[in-house]
Nanobody, 124 residues
Framework: QLQASGGGVVQTGESLRLSCAAS????????VGWFRQVPGKEREFVAA????????LFSDSVKGRFTLSRDNAKNTVYLQMNSLKPEDTAVYYC???????????????????WGQGTLVTVSS
């Protein structure tokens, strides 16, 4: 089971750190991804950490502002979001998959396990 948390209300330019914690399974050797969704729009890819944890991928809209990190002891992956903009406002979801290939990281349909969303609101 995946649990996403850390959302909240911040102002433009501020930071938030989202957490994706797993229970009942390890995240070692598992790819973890973040997607976001605005009401009325499709869910979009934000970032992903590869199965080895050694590679990361970011959407163009967040590249340079968001980073990913893993804490294997806590079985948690973090999405650090800096320089937040109003257009980052969305419900953020984390996903995990132990067999996803790198070329599919951006594809929502390729991910097997999903956590519930956490709402991020960035005010202008």
């Amino acid at each position: 089971q995946l649990q996403a948390s850390g959302g909240g209300v911040v102002q433009t330019g501020e930071s938030l750190r989202l957490s994706c914690a797993a229970s009942g399974r390890t995240l070692r050797g598992v790819a973890v991804g973040w997607f976001r969704q605005v009401p009325g729009k499709e869910r979009e890819f934000v970032a992903a950490s590869t199965r080895t944890g050694g590679g990361t991928l970011f959407s163009d809209s967040v590249k340079g502002r968001f980073t990913l990190s893993r804490d294997n002891a806590k079985n948690t992956v973090y999405l650090q979001m800096n320089s937040l903009k109003p257009e980052d406002t969305a419900v953020y979801y984390c996903a995990a998959d132990s067999s996803i290939i790198s070329s599919s990281l951006r594809d929502e349909i390729a991910w097997d396990y999903w956590g519930q969303g956490t709402l991020v609101t960035v005010s202008s």
